[in-house]
């Protein structure tokens, strides 16, 4: 019985999230703004694609971001970057925040399968010697945090790009 309740455990922790919105509020991150095509997006608005899926996740037509968000240092984002994708600024990140919405601050449609557990994203923007920005997208809201902390990646590159 412990068993099956740790695995039932395990199995709620990678669930797909779902945010709390105030629909009475009009959205600053509305589906209308991006352009999706499979596993990216395409911002009109901050001419910028990014992959919607976090690291460690793939994106399968008609599932979704399938797979489990992979935690990592900002030394291990940053080693992510390759073949045009790179980690995003801290300015860059703060356009994908919705702020009607909450746990996690983002439009799902665009971005779905977050891990409740796992809303802390790196950007690239360094806050001294030992601290890096992470955006908070349980509230929507940027911190700052040791390097060595574990936190989660989602992929950027400039302009429209299209496939993958």
């Given at each position: 019985?412990?068993?099956?309740?740790?695995?039932?455990?395990a199995?709620?922790?990678?669930?797909?999230?779902?945010?709390?919105?105030?629909?009475?509020?009009?959205?600053?991150?509305?589906?209308?703004?991006?352009?999706?095509?499979?596993?990216?997006?395409y911002?009109?608005?901050?001419?910028?694609t990014?992959?919607?899926?976090?690291?460690?996740?793939?994106?399968?037509?008609?599932?979704?971001?399938?797979?489990?968000?992979?935690p990592?240092?900002?030394?291990?984002?940053?080693?992510?970057?390759?073949?045009?994708?790179?980690?995003?600024?801290?300015?860059?990140?703060?356009t994908?925040?919705?702020?009607?919405?909450?746990?996690?601050?983002?439009?799902?449609?665009?971005?779905?399968?977050m891990?409740?557990?796992?809303?802390?994203?790196?950007?690239?923007?360094?806050?001294?010697?030992?601290?890096?920005?992470?955006?908070?997208?349980?509230?929507?809201?940027?911190?700052?945090?040791?390097?060595?902390?574990?936190?989660?990646?989602?992929?950027?590159?400039?302009?429209?790009?299209s496939?993958?």
């Amino acid at each position: 019985m412990t068993a099956a309740l740790l695995i039932a455990g395990a199995v709620a922790s990678v669930a797909p999230v779902r945010a709390a919105c105030d629909v009475d509020r009009p959205s600053r991150t509305p589906s209308s703004r991006y352009a999706i095509d499979g596993g990216e997006v395409y911002d009109k608005k901050s001419d910028l694609t990014w992959k919607r899926c976090s690291v460690g996740q793939r994106w399968k037509e008609g599932a979704g971001c399938v797979g489990v968000i992979k935690p990592m240092t900002w030394d291990e984002a940053k080693k992510e970057a390759a073949d045009g994708w790179r980690v995003p600024s801290k300015d860059e990140l703060l356009t994908l925040v919705s702020p009607t919405c909450h746990n996690p601050a983002i439009n799902e449609e665009v971005f779905p399968d977050m891990e409740l557990d796992k809303l802390w994203y790196w950007t690239s923007s360094e806050n001294g010697a030992f601290l890096a920005w992470l955006v908070d997208f349980a509230q929507g809201h940027p911190e700052s945090y040791d390097r060595t902390d574990t936190g989660t990646l989602r992929l950027v590159r400039d302009g429209q790009h299209s496939g993958g």
